[in-house]
């Protein structure tokens, strides 16, 4: 396993952006000596029953970034969110950068280019992105070090960012007292989500871990989203350093059963695994939204 130690020293400054309407957290990811910058898992505003779209979300990161002073090297997706739609392609154009995800992503364009009868046009190579990442890539972010961690679980493409001492794990674990996200999305696994916890739970227990959601569960009356990773090895409700993996399997399962599909899912997928492009016609130039009936979105 990879020694870690180093990545300690390097301490970026982290600005997260709650979204209430999704739940989901947005990073700007800095070291302020370079004043290069990462965002984490961006957020397009979309009212579903219009089919509208806004950039109210997106807006205020523009700004923030440039308030700092800040220069994009990187948009970052941890994974194809099915609750949120990505804002990349927007802040590209206005902040510049290289959009980026795991290279898994290709499996998921795989299922969900059939789920949504995608065409030829569809390309199912990843091409969208700027970049695709494999787990152990490394680069710097101005002057502090970056290592691409897969941890996949909730999606068979998930990946997680350790940006010095900062860990961003996408929707692997929320905080401790919330716990893990769902595994029933097609090639989810509890096994996969299990393993890939013991890998993050390996990293220094002082790492600061920054979660991309926050559902606010009963005790609590504020949003949080940092945590460290000491403190989801004891306490994570779900999965902890005690946990097995049968127990944990079990557990998700039954829970996993009472959830609904998220509000978003349709038009998230759609858009997220095009790297946040939304489907557009050819011809036209109209934007549109498939919704696929009776499909793997329809729980049974």
Not at 13 to 31: E, I, L, M, Q
Not at 104 to 110: G, R, T, V, Y
Not at 274 to 291: C, N, Q, V, W, Y
């Amino acid at each position: 396993m990879k020694n870690y130690e180093d990545f300690l020293s390097h301490h970026p400054s982290v600005k997260g952006f709650f979204d209430h309407a999704t739940n989901t957290v947005t990073y700007v990811v800095a070291d302020e000596t370079t004043k290069q910058c990462a965002v984490i898992d961006s957020v397009l505003d979309y009212e579903p029953h219009g089919g509208t779209i806004s950039f109210e979300s997106a807006d205020r990161i523009i700004q923030y970034v440039k308030d700092n002073g800040y220069r994009v090297e990187w948009i970052m997706e941890t994974h194809v969110h099915a609750d949120h739609l990505s804002a990349a392609p927007y802040l590209k154009e206005h902040l510049g950068g290289k959009i980026a995800i795991g290279e898994k992503i290709l499996e998921i364009q795989s299922v969900f280019g059939k789920v949504f009868n995608e065409g030829t046009e569809f390309e199912r190579d990843g091409s969208q992105f700027d970049q695709l990442f494999s787990d152990g890539d490394e680069f710097l972010l101005g002057d502090i070090p970056v290592h691409v961690m897969y941890t996949p679980g909730h999606t068979p493409a998930d990946v997680t960012y350790i940006i010095g001492d900062a860990v961003f794990p996408g929707d692997t674990l929320f905080m401790p007292d919330y716990g893990t996200a769902r595994v029933d999305f097609p090639g989810g696994s509890a096994e996969d989500m299990h393993a890939s916890a013991q890998k993050l739970f390996s990293l220094p227990e002082e790492m600061r871990m920054f979660m991309c959601h926050d559902y606010l569960p009963e005790g609590r009356s504020e949003y949080q989203y940092e945590t460290t990773v000491g403190e989801q090895k004891r306490a994570n409700i779900h999965l902890n350093q005690h946990t097995r993996a049968d127990e944990f399997a079990a557990l998700r399962k039954d829970k996993d059963m009472t959830l609904g599909m998220p509000r978003l899912i349709i038009p998230s997928l759609q858009v997220n695994m095009r790297g946040g492009e939304i489907p557009h016609d050819s011809e036209t130039g109209a934007l549109f939204l498939k919704i696929p009936v009776n499909s793997v979105f329809s729980k049974k």
